[in-house]
């Protein structure tokens, strides 16, 4: 076995890139956490699958009772999601070898690795073992025909060794990663202004999502940088898509992930971004987004500062 993918469950639910760090990996699997049965149904790029039911997501405990399993694996891949960066670092610390974060591609003999925020790619050698994150939403993968095999792993975590769980809170979509939201409603040069963005973020949640923007956007100081969207910034990957005078700049929509519905708003009928919607409205965006908010009983009144912090107040 020269790979295998890690990738922790929650509820049964994939993280993020799960796919394409199996793919990465050669198809080969260990599915851990809660609901790996189910989990498993939805990975499309594996040809052999260990699942190994663990419960909670205990980092630590799991770091230490996985070890004997992918010791033989000279590249252990996890999906760069939240839950794969807080584990990758744990394995590679019990197997006692190198991480490689952030990658676009890794085997046995090189891993191409994104440093500085996108703006660097560097190509490295690899000389032994390693662990890696996979960047999700960059590699793609091609679905499997046949049924993966499938092997039961009984995990024996020890206790005590992650941090006590009191609650977990759903998560504010005002707040919350983008990277994790299933609904992003995102604005671009095309809403004209910071006031515009302010609206954005009141009308968001009260869609049920996370707004966002492009960089371009970002730049100008009218959304925060954590909320730019492409390959540059954060990776996403959610089932509806609205985007409010965007254009579509390659480097925007290849960070979009395959979103299941796009809608997209813009004066342009042969911009990108219109081309690639479901549903694609030639109106005036910010004149649509207060439309929105008429219809969504969300007030127009824009105060200054952190769009989020109108959202939180
Ligand atoms: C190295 C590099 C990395 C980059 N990384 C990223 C990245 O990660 N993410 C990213 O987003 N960009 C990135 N960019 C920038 C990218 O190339 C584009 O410039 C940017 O995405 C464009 O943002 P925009 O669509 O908001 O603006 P524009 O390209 O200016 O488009 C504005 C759109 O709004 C429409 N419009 C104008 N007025 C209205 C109106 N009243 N109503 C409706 N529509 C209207 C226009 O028709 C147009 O389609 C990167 C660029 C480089 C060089």
Known sequence: MSAIAVIPVRGGLLPLGADEAVAEAGGVALVVGDGTDEAATALAAATSLLLAEAGDFAPAAWAVALRPHIAAAAVVVLPASPDGRDLAPRLAYELDRPLLAGALSV??????????????????????????????????????????RRARLDLEPPPGADAEVLDVTPPDPATMDLAEARRIVAGGAGLGGPEPFELLARVAPALGASFGASRVAADVGWAPQDRFIGTTGV???????????????????????????????????????????????????????????????????????????????
């Open 107 to 148: 085997d046995e003999h090189r891993a191409v690795l994104v440093r500085r925020g996108g703006l660097v790619v560097e190509e490295h050698d690899v000389a032994g073992p390693v662990v890696a994150t996979l960047l999700p939403g960059v590699r793609g993968f091609e679905p499997v025909a046949t049924e993966p």
């Open 235 to 313: 990776v996403v990957d959610p089932d509806l898509y609205i985007a409010l005078g965007i254009s579509g700049a390659v480097q925007h929509v290849t960070g979009l992930g395959q979103p299941d519905h796009v809608i997209a708003v813009n004066t342009d009928a042969s911009a990108p971004m219109m081309a690639m919607a479901d549903l694609a409205i030639v109106a005036d965006a910010p004149a649509v987004l207060v439309a929105l908010a008429d219809r969504l009983g969300v007030a127009h009144t824009a105060s200054s500062g952190d769009p989020r912090s109108e959202v939180s107040a």
